[in-house]
């Protein structure tokens, strides 16, 4: 089931759909940010990516996958499309991090964490800025409101 939590919170965002390249893995309860390759194809961003090109809205479903938690696409690159809100809409999304993100980190860019996070407290690519904190479940603030850094958007192809 797609995040009922996590994703796109700007209203009326545009997107555009693009081809997803071969098998694929997108978290329904993880960050959604993405890149472009060389073919044109979509695929999930990393740690280390130093640009994006924006954000997935991932489908409902496991689709080539055998996970409830992840949707995968299929083993041929272009046979599945995404929507994807495109780096330089300055929509804004709520994200999980690994760690707790405090008030006084609003303004401060992080990065991609790995598959499905975002490290609020660390930046070396400074691929996005973090707009506000996140929902507080009972606990510590395990996520953020983010947006895509301007100036890390990847064109494009």
């Known amino acids: 089931m797609a995040s009922l939590l ?26 959604a940010f993405v890149t472009v390759d060389a073919n044109g194809h979509v695929c999930p961003a990393t740690a280390g990516d130093a640009t994006l090109f924006g954000y997935a809205i991932v489908p409902s479903g496991m689709g080539s996958g055998t996970s ?12 599945d499309k995404i929507q994807v809100v495109k780096a330089n809409s300055n929509a804004q999304f709520l994200v999980p991090t690994t760690a707790a993100v405090a008030i006084t980190q609003i303004g401060n860019a992080c990065d991609i964490a790995g598959a499905s996070l975002v490290d609020g ?5 400074d691929v996005l800025v ?3 904190v996140g929902t507080n479940w ?12 301007p100036v890390k ?3 494009d192809t």
């Open 6 to 31: 996590y994703g796109v919170k700007t209203l009326n965002v545009p997107t555009v759909t693009l081809p997803v390249a071969a098998s694929k893995t997108f978290y329904h309860q993880g960050h």
């Open 68 to 79: 409830a938690a992840t949707w995968v696409s299929s083993a041929t690159s272009a046979v």
């Open 121 to 125: 407290g660390t930046s070396t690519t």
């Open 130 to 132: 973090i707009d506000d």
């Open 138 to 149: 009972g606990g510590t603030t395990s996520s953020a409101l983010v947006k895509i850094n």
């Open 153 to 155: 958007g990847q064109a």
